[in-house]
């Protein structure tokens, strides 16, 4: 199966709610570039994001390609959550293919979660693709990324 890791596009700068943080138009067309080129060649089962408004806006980058793949919101996929309980809980997800969208410094995290590396942070709306047999610690390996243009 593959597990594509995938952060927000550019944020406004923080205010007093982290989770409320928009886009800037930036970070949408950071989104919607890296939007275009992950379904351009996967094929997702599902999306899984994160229920913060800047994760959910970059979500309906993908979603603007492939509005037809169920949507399932992970709240605890935030920033200060535990990575390896957010990996564990995407052991539930089915499918071959899932997408999941949210921010540093978990996504780094859950990614060295999967393969027992050490975290590397992500660049604004990066993806990085990942093969594993099921979603586990130590089970994966990476097989590709894409960084957008950051303009």
Not at 22 to 41: N, P, R, V, Y
Not at 68 to 75: A, F, H, L
Request: aromatic letters at 8%; a negative charge; hydrophobic letters at 40%.
């Amino acid at each position: 199966m593959q597990v594509i890791f995938m952060r927000h596009g550019e944020a406004q700068n923080y205010n007093d709610n982290d989770a409320e943080r928009q886009l800037t138009q930036l970070g949408q067309q950071q989104a919607a570039e890296t939007a275009q080129h992950l379904l351009s060649q996967y094929q997702p089962d599902a999306f899984v994001v994160s229920p913060y408004v800047r994760a959910q806006q970059t979500l309906e980058a993908l979603r603007q390609f492939a509005p037809e793949i169920p949507v399932i919101v992970q709240p605890n996929i935030t920033p200060g959550d535990d990575p390896l309980q957010a990996l564990h809980s995407l052991m539930d997800v089915d499918g071959e293919c899932v997408v999941v969208v949210c921010h540093m410094p978990i996504v780094a995290k859950m990614a060295a979660q999967l393969t027992a590396d050490e975290p590397e942070p992500f660049s604004l709306a990066e993806a990085r693709i990942f093969e594993t047999v099921f979603i586990a610690p130590n089970m994966g390996h990476e097989i590709g990324r894409y960084v957008p243009k950051q303009y």
